[in-house]
């Protein structure tokens, strides 16, 4: 084992959920190497394994797959499918954060799952879309807003690690999302200090 994959097995995990090709193109950039946390692209959605090829294509390779049986089937059955497969992988990875971008049901769902368990939770809200795919970005930023207001309530239960890699999240936004229509981060934990 080499000193990196060392380091790397002590950085929280951030899970970047992508769960369209045109995420993939915008979050493809999430998945290099960092110092402060370990980016893990999630290629999911309707169509998964479009999505994985993408990110391929863009040299960014998906270190999870969450495929959807059926991806005709509409965003109600893929969130009853992807729900109880991003939960499982939340609870048995537990990430110091998970970034979902737009208002996609699996957004939604991820959302969901990250404040149920308690792990903090960077949303990017894309302009446009669907009057349900603004609907459900509008439901994750309540849930963002909820989690955020629980952690300043039980300030002193916060995590050290949790704020760092919210904050490692932040960055990789501003430093490696830039160049992508200066993208907004629905998350900005200030009022925790780093110390412990």
Do not use: F, Y
């Amino acid at each position: 084992m080499t000193a990196c994959e060392q380091q790397d097995g002590l950085l929280p995990e951030l899970l970047v959920l992508v769960a369209s090709v045109e995420d993939a193109d915008v979050l493809a950039a999430l998945g290099a190497r960092d110092r402060e946390v370990l980016p893990v692209l999630v290629a999911t959605g309707r169509d998964p394994m479009a999505v994985d090829e993408a990110l391929d294509d863009l040299g960014a390779l998906a270190g999870r797959v969450l495929i959807v049986d059926d991806a005709e089937a509409g965003p109600a059955a893929e969130a009853a499918v992807l729900l109880p497969r991003i939960d499982a992988l939340v609870a048995d990875d537990r990430p110091g954060a998970v970034l979902v971008r737009g208002g996609s049901p699996t957004a939604l769902v991820a959302a969901q799952v990250a404040v149920w368990r308690s792990v903090p939770l960077v949303a990017l809200p894309v302009d446009g879309g669907t009057a349900v795919e603004t609907a459900n970005q509008a439901a994750i930023a309540a849930l963002v807003a909820t989690q955020h207001a629980a952690e300043i309530e039980h300030a002193k239960g916060v995590r050290t690690a949790d704020v760092r890699s919210v904050a490692a999240a932040q960055r990789l936004v501003r430093e490696r999302l830039a160049a992508t229509d200066a993208p907004r981060v629905l998350r900005l934990p200030t009022d925790h200090t780093l110390s412990a």
